[in-house]
């Protein structure tokens, strides 16, 4: 995550439509103990987001992710060429009340390339789904 990447993705609805398309611009900087990424999304409704993400690894190896976006902490691990984390999203900056459980997945499937696929849920029902692919610089 350090340096910048390029992201392109899609939202997808309960029912499996995309309901929206976006491009994200993400910085990371890493001092050997602390990443900081800065993500930037711009949406297909021309809506755009910011969001700054701090990560530490703790004694056992478990990767903890900090953003306001989030309620409490992101956790996560690394397990070959895949990352798993689990968070819960406060929905506030798109415009919702509500939060969703996520079960956030990412690959990197070739040196500079990551795919990512997300499941947002609520009392165990799916309702958002999403899929990205970013490019390292």
Do not use: C
């Amino acid at each position: 995550y350090s340096g910048h990447s390029k992201g392109y993705g899609f939202v997808f609805s309960r029912g499996g439509n995309v309901v929206k398309q976006f491009t994200a611009d993400e910085n990371g900087t890493w001092d050997g103990h602390i990443l900081k990424l800065h993500e930037h999304y711009l949406y297909s409704d021309g809506k755009t987001q910011e969001r700054d993400w701090t990560y530490s690894r703790d004694a056992d190896g478990t990767w903890i992710g900090r953003t306001p976006d989030v309620v409490g902490v992101t956790t996560g691990s690394e397990s070959g060429n895949a990352y798993r984390m689990h968070y819960t999203f406060n929905l506030a900056s798109s415009g919702s009340d509500h939060t969703l459980d996520f079960d956030d997945w990412q690959w990197m499937v070739g040196p500079k390339v990551m795919m990512n696929r997300a499941w947002g849920t609520k009392f165990g029902v799916t309702f958002a789904e999403i899929e990205a692919t970013f490019i390292h610089d």
